[in-house]
């Protein structure tokens, strides 16, 4: 079965709810009961086939532009530290869990043994999912594993459970599911595998937390990590994607059209047969829509291609574009548009278009042919789950522990350098001389490891762009100051004409005043000023009212809970300082 096609086809016949406390006051189904249901393998599968509603509608990559990894013509609340406690809504909805909940409670009448340990592990990976999401933004919350009655006050005045609880009821259904999943490879059903990938993101997650917040027994979390990552990295069919192509291999794997089943393990599926689409051409090559761009502090942080690091260069932020970007770790070329960039399927060379992107610095990841630049048209598939981010977090995890071996990076970062052809990362000399640049942007790193723990924090953010981890790892690491530091794009030496390309014509030109007289075709013309702003450094400042921003160390890490719902619950706690 073509699970892509299939999914999205099969009718759905349960009523999924999108109300916050309600949930526990409805039906799950709505014209079958769990007497005449829940019998045979197709029955299961069927109502497991809904959860899968819970992967983003549109794409995963929104989330990044609430970060400093996209900036965008308008800031997010929380880069600029607005966030206000919403009346209803604000993330606490429960519905989901009210459906799979009634599954685990009724799809035991089955006689088919097979078939209840692969769905009944299915469900418990996205119970797993659910309150991993709800951990991540709200902390401490009421844990549900059965589905509620509405006469059952206790229950729906039940208070938050810890963290720490709630991790490892998390822990202990993806063990369940890993145990009695499927083992076939599928790269959008759920699997063993991604009940793995899912444990190494959550033990990694809740490890790092607790240890830059200084909780004791974070350790078993981060050993939950290893374990979950030695398992896909020794005994899977997943291994990163490499076609012996440096300067393309990278950015072939995410505009394809298909998810590239070498190195994905669960994807998010589009279709234009069947309609279902995202937005990502249009958002990165239109200038009415956000005009995305990666922030100058992300470039810079590219070492060059040989492995030495760019921002040990004298003059590194005030390098002109075709400099700066020229012998670089070739992921930055596959990640935005540098000199000799060219569309999918197209061989016009392409300047980036400061129109599109407010840094100057314009995305191209996921970026497929120009027929489907319209709104709401893309449809390459958008991974969910990749066995780089298990590479990732097993590095990680052992740095964090203090056990971290040469061995173990060179079967976890070093693999991805070596995809793109960059000399590897050697533990000695990364801790033998920390990069005080990335020391800059993560001031909460200390130990024997920092230097390491750098070096694979820069990797991951590499690596991972654009992908939905940066929030994440910002509110794991500590690291809120991070999102209140100042925003800069392209450098540019003031007015003048500028070619972008290396070909020696000029791209763009700005000016003050009136706007040149005869403008040549094909050439960018912007105001300074007025189209964007140059700091006293000749930096693209895209938002100079918002240079003096805060992050609440106090406050910030979590999301307020929705006044109706301490209102609907008396027992529960507002977030810290969210009152």
Known sequence: ????????????????????????????????????????????????????????STSIYNGEASTDNIIQTELSDEMRGTRLVPTTGGGWDWSYLRDINFFLQEYEKSDD??????????????????????????????????????????????????????????????????ANLY???????????????LKSRVGLYEGTFEKYRNISGYEKYLEASVSASEELIGNSPYQVYSTGSPEKDYVELFNSHDANQTEV???RAYSQELSIAHNVNYYTTTSSYGRPGMPKDLVNSYLNADGTRFTDQV????????????????????????????????????????????????????????????????????????????????????????????????????????RVNMPNLILDDANASADNFMASQY?????????????????????????????????????????AQPIRGLYFDGVGSYDLTGDGETNVVLYEGEQPANPIAGVQYYKLGSDFTLDPNGLIDPHPDY??????????????????ELQLNPNLIQNPNWE
């Open 1 to 56: 079965m073509n699970f892509k096609y299939t999914i999205f086809s099969l009718i759905i016949i349960l009523t999924m709810y999108s109300c916050s406390d309600d949930y526990l006051e409805k039906q799950p189904l709505s014209e079958i009961t769990a007497e005449t249901f829940f019998n045979t393998a197709s029955d299961l599968q069927l109502y497991t086939n809904g959860f899968y509603r819970m992967w983003p």
């Open 113 to 178: 043994e097979v078939a209840k340990a692969h769905y009944g592990g299915v469900a418990r990976f996205f119970r797993a999912r659910f309150y991993f999401d709800k951990l991540q933004r709200f902390g401490d919350v009421p844990w549900y594993d059965e589905p509620i009655s509405p006469d059952d006050t206790e229950a729906l005045n039940k208070a938050q459970d810890s963290r720490q609880f709630i991790t490892d009821k998390i822990l202990e259904d993806l063990d369940w599911a890993i």
């Open 183 to 197: 083992e076939e490879k599928s790269t959008y059903e759920v699997t063993k595998y991604a009940a793995l990938a």
């Open 265 to 267: 393990i669960l994807a």
């Open 315 to 418: 003059n590194y932020n005030q390098m002109s574009f075709i400099e700066e970007v020229k012998d670089r770790d070739p992921r930055l070329s596959q990640t935005i548009r540098t000199p000799g960039y060219t569309r999918k399927g197209q061989s016009i060379v392409l300047a980036p278009n400061l129109g599109a992107t407010v840094t100057g610095y314009q995305i191209i990841k996921y970026v497929t042919e120009p027929v489907y630049d319209t709104n709401s048209q893309s449809i390459t598939d958008l991974p969910l789950y990749r066995f780089a981010e298990v590479l990732l977090n097993f590095a990680e995890a052992k740095a964090e522990l203090g056990n971290l071996t040469q061995v173990d990076l060179d079967k976890s970062i070093n693999l991805l350098k070596q």
């Open 443 to 483: 001031i909460n790193v200390t130990g024997s490891n920092k230097g390491v723990i750098l070096e694979i924090r820069r990797e991951r953010r590499i690596e991972l762009f654009m992908e939905n981890f940066r929030w994440d790892d910002i509110v794991r690491w500590k690291e809120g100051q991070a999102l």
């Open 547 to 564: 240079n003096s921003r805060t992050f609440d160390e106090s406050r910030d890490y979590l999301y307020p809970i929705p006044r109706l």
